[in-house]
């Protein structure tokens, strides 16, 4: 387990395939109420409604007053190439659920490997403990929660062989091979993930999602006499197997080559403060951590937060918006129904300048008397939901580029980012630069690489003066980590200048 | 499970691997059991418990290699077709020479020696108990200071255990146990909100540290107050210990086998060259009693051994797994880490400070990243300002950034202080001429 609350965010390495099998389905369940599409995910999990409600009054029988079951069948394939040949594969199957029991917002968790009756019932009394009393519980009556449809797919990872995901990456590695002979390594991949979830809880709510994940990315090492550089280019989606095609495999090519030959000539900027111009796309990363961790609820509940008594204040410039949204269609941070079984949110956490929501879960959504915005994710069965960000962004501006660089007479431009990180309570945030320029009256100069850019959360906020047109999102590979649980995240902004920011850089 | 049954397991599942085609296979077994508990404003917050297990076997058929792993371990049926699948999504693998199950010479087979990793009394500790020691911690904290915005204190433990079984004639388990406290307090600085934590861990219960850590996980959070950034400057800086490990790891990862192999590390052809200065000695001892990192064989059986890494600042050996060894024709050391130990100096913490003219004392470090290529890197810190010998003011919000070589080159002293309770058993280090980046 982690207790540091610090928290970061980093785009995946290299990870990697195989095969997958679905465990048997089985006939069970003839609830009348149940519908024919819940039914095949009570199949799925070979429980029947009756079952359900059976654990559920187990993990409420210590006076507990809410509990939930979270059942999850993750199938995760991986395909890795090195040295020219797509030479590995690793698979892994999980499977389970979690019990969580709460009373007030205090909060008792166990989770089952086995759908057996015997070692759920165990789960659950473990779960209960959280309670000490022996107050009765009246069961819901069960209803049926409709996910949402954000990530419609036509052919399923599970339905792909091996044999069909192999040429993707001997292309990649072919063309970039082809575009640059200083290229002298490749490794590649092609991670996918299919997730089955089958929610119930101690109101009757009964609710499921099916959730696809392809992650396919290069890292692409070049040598310029004695200089060796890498760069890493992926793209994440929840996307279907017809999605892969020859467009991506140039797309993450050139990408990487052009990444890659910047570094060659980079130097790095003068150490201190000054203005920084984000380039539009991953420079999202400045919102999660510098905004975004600190607007998730749990912290601001306990008064952790920097932010914690900001709500309804003024907080940057009026014509700033910026959002957390579960509900972009195919984006590898939106989900169709939480991982508490609540309905997604686009969340205005910012709206004209002034702090507008916090980011909930069940827990802080009932302390601060407000609907949930539907960010209670759980990286698996076997964790707790809190709150976490989705596809976090700032909506476009009006300036244009050109504008924004012109203004800064020494500076830097920064549009290609590896990781960050935020302490929540004093507000301070980071994020690692792979490479940008030099901004020198009003210019793009010299390349720079391989600095760390730190700043504090409310005074940069305060400091975006200026954004851009061009609003992009990152479809990288964004994994945010909190509490030891990691989750698929996107980020997007348009290019803005923040006034100063304190760069890592030589005397 | 017992240690038999997963040895029946792990044996069944790799006699089938072979049979349905495999030419080689190699399965772990694995289980553990955690629990944790935290408090807050004297009411349990948290209670988590758990028992995990799983499957992972890596299969080599017709020169080709994947690896496979499930939790659904209840169903030999199941088992059996997760096995004849993975071998058949192998098939459309490309041939790999390379990849082959370790020379049987070179298994760890001799007779175990007791490294003290284990405590007998795991499943005897009372969860009361455990309750008690999360509550005692809080109390330690709660009401002491006036600028507590908010206490949280944890109690948490775990077990594991695993057997791993090759078709070329490896045998061997292992069995951990752990025990930690750890209180994080957050406390009220005027515009800020600083926090800290603390903690102590064991492998045994009874060797728990149950004093203490409350009262400093607040010193160190009211220490914090105040936190400001200085002008950029280029200094001496004093890493405190448990912090070490985070400007050492870049390091470490640049001795790994496949970054080697596929030059993507800055320690490429550096063997038997000097990239460190000489009071910098760094050792791989696996067979510490009661070391964090210690075993008798690594991840794939390979006999352990204990080696210097980094000899007074030469680079004596890379971590290389049976794999890139092959591809790199080298002989295979191994994979990973177990126990590092830097060699420690002669002097204190304090007495180390109160050496320094002007310096930065770093306590903790914030976002950053190396280049694996080329060992530039840049890392956030925090800690304090010294100034004359004594700690004059906390900082904050400043970069340090540098090449890795060049920086420790730069090492001047090690302290005596080494934190024992980590695999990476390191003290406190001095480094000099770091650009610190600030106002």
Redesign the interface.
């Known amino acids: ?1 982690s ?4 928290d ?1 965010i980093k785009t995946g390495a290299v990870a990697v ?5 679905l ?2 389905f089985l006939q069970s369940c003839q609830g009348n109420q149940i519908s024919a599409d819940v039914k095949n995910y009570l199949d799925h999990f070979e429980v029947s409604a009756e079952l359900m409600q059976n654990i559920i009054a187990e993990a409420m029988s210590k006076g507990g007053t809410y509990a939930d079951l979270f059942f999850e069948h993750k199938i995760s394939n991986s395909l890795g190439l ?2 020219g ?12 659920v979690g019990i969580r029991v709460l009373k007030g ?7 089952s ?2 759908v ?1 009756t015997g070692a759920m019932m165990n789960a659950a009394r ?2 209960a ?2 309670a000490d009393s022996s107050v009765g519980f009246n069961q819901g009556d069960i209803f049926e929660k409709l996910p949402a449809d954000y990530y419609k797919i036509s052919k399923k990872w599970e339905d792909v ?3 069909e995901r ?1 040429p993707f990456l001997q292309k990649v590695n072919d063309k970039l091979f082809s575009l640059d002979p200083k290229v ?2 490749v ?1 590649a991949f092609l991670n996918d993930e299919s997730s089955y979830i089958l929610f119930y809880n101690s109101e009757g709510r009964l609710s499921y999602d099916y959730r696809p994940m392809i992650s396919f990315g290069v ?1 692409c ?1 070049m ?1 310029k006499g004695e ?4 760069s890493y280019v992926a793209r994440s989606f929840r996307k279907g197997f017809e999605w892969l095609d020859e467009s991506i495999v140039d797309e993450l090519a050139n990408e990487a080559i052009e990444k890659t030959n910047i570094l060659f000539d980079a130097t ?1 900027p ?4 000054m203005p920084v111009v984000l380039g539009a796309g991953g420079s999202g990363i400045l919102l999660h ?1 510098a905004i975004g961790h600190t607007f998730e609820a749990d912290f601001n509940r ?5 932010f ?1 008594d900001k709500m309804g204040k003024k907080v940057a410039e009026s014509f700033i918006n910026i959002i957390d949204d579960g509900t972009l269609q195919n984006n590898r941070g939106s989900i169709n129904i939480d991982d508490e079984g609540n309905e997604v949110q686009k969340t205005y956490l910012v709206k004209e300048g002034i702090l507008n929501s916090y980011m909930h879960d069940r827990i802080s959504a009932n302390y601060y008397k407000v609907e949930p915005t539907g960010n209670g994710r759980r990286q698996d069965f ?1 964790n ?1 939901p809190i709150p976490r960000m989705r596809a976090t962004y700032m909506e476009a501006g009006m300036s244009k580029r050109e504008d924004l660089i012109a203004s800064v007479d020494y500076g830097v431009y920064v549009d290609n980012f ?15 630069v792979k490479s940008g320029y030099l901004i020198e009256k009003g210019k793009l100069t010299s390349p720079i ?8 959360g409310p005074q940069a906020l305060a400091d975006i003066s200026m954004a851009a047109d061009d609003y992009k999102t990152d479809d990288g590979t964004w994994m945010c980590g909190k509490d030891g649980q990691s989750v698929p995240v996107t980020v997007g902004l348009p290019s803005v200048l923040v006034k100063k920011l ?6 | 499970m017992t240690k038999e049954e997963k040895y029946k397991l792990a044996k069944w599942a790799v006699k089938h691997a072979l049979e349905k085609g495999a030419q080689d296979a190699r399965v772990s077994i694995y289980e553990s059991q955690n629990s944790s508990v935290e408090v807050r404003e004297e009411k349990i917050d948290k209670l988590e418990q758990s028992t995990r297990s799983g499957l992972s076997i890596s299969l080599y058929v017709d020169n080709k290699y994947s690896a496979h792993s499930t939790s659904r371990l209840n169903n030999k049926e199941e088992l059996k077709s997760f096995i004849e699948e993975a071998i058949a999504g192998t098939r459309f693998l490309a041939e790999d020479e390379y990849r082959r199950l370790p020379e049987p010479e070179l298994y760890f087979k001799g007779k175990v020696k007791d490294l003290k990793t284990f405590d007998e009394e795991f499943l005897s500790v009372d969860p009361q108990d455990k309750i008690k020691a999360a509550f005692a911690l809080e109390k330690e904290v709660l009401g002491k200071d006036e600028r507590i915005i908010s206490v949280s204190a944890s109690y948490y433990d775990g077990m594991s255990s695993s057997v791993m079984v090759t078709s070329n004639g490896f045998e061997g388990d292992t069995e951990n146990t752990y025990y930690g406290l750890y209180a994080s307090v957050s406390v009220n600085g005027g515009d800020s909100r600083p926090e800290s934590g603390w903690g102590d861990s064991a492998i045994h219960f009874k060797d728990l540290e149950t004093q203490g850590i409350g009262e400093t996980a607040l010193k160190r959070g009211l220490d914090k107050i105040g936190q400001q950034k200085i002008e950029s400057v280029k200094m001496p800086m004093i890493v405190e210990n448990r912090s070490a490990g985070r400007s050492l790891g870049p390091l470490i990862s640049a001795l790994n086998g496949s970054a080697i192999q596929q030059k993507n590390s800055f320690l490429v052809n550096k063997l038997g060259k000097k990239i460190a200065s000489d009071i910098f000695t760094l050792l791989d001892d696996p067979f510490i009693e009661g070391g964090r990192g210690s075993r008798m064989f690594d991840g794939e059986g390979l006999a352990l051994k204990k080696r210097a890494i980094i000899e007074e600042g030469i680079l004596k050996t890379y971590y290389i797994d049976t794999y890139y060894a092959r591809k790199l024709e080298m002989d295979p050391t191994t994979g990973g880490t177990t126990n590092l130990v830097l060699k420690p100096g002669n002097r204190s913490l304090e007495e180390m400070i109160s050496s320094l003219d002007r310096g930065l004392f770093i306590t903790g470090f914030i976002g950053g990243n190396t280049n694996g290529s080329t060992g530039d890197f840049s890392y956030g810190v925090e800690g304090f300002l010294v100034e004359k010998g004594k700690i004059v003011k906390p900082v904050s919000e400043m970069n340090i950034t540098g090449n890795m070589i060049d920086l420790y080159s730069n090492l001047v002293e090690a302290g005596n202080d080494v934190y024992d309770k980590s695999s990476w058993r390191l003290p406190s280090l001095m480094f000099k001429d770091v650009e610190f980046s600030g106002k």
């Open positions: 387990m207790i540091k609350r610090r970061f395939a195989g095969s997958m099998i465990p048997p090195e040295d040949k797509v030479n590995k594969a690793y698979s892994n199957i999980d499977y389970g917002d205090q909060t008792g968790f166990a989770y490997e086995s057996e473990m779960a403990n959280i062989s091996v044999e192999v002298i390594r490794m890292v090492i040598q200089q060796i550089e890498n790095k003068k150490a201190g403060e951590e306990k008064g952790t937060s920097i914690s076997r707790i590896t990781n960050g990180e935020v302490k929540i309570g004093a507000g301070d945030f980071t994020f690692f690489k391989d600095i760390n850019i730190i700043g504090n304190t760069v890592g850089g030589l005397s």
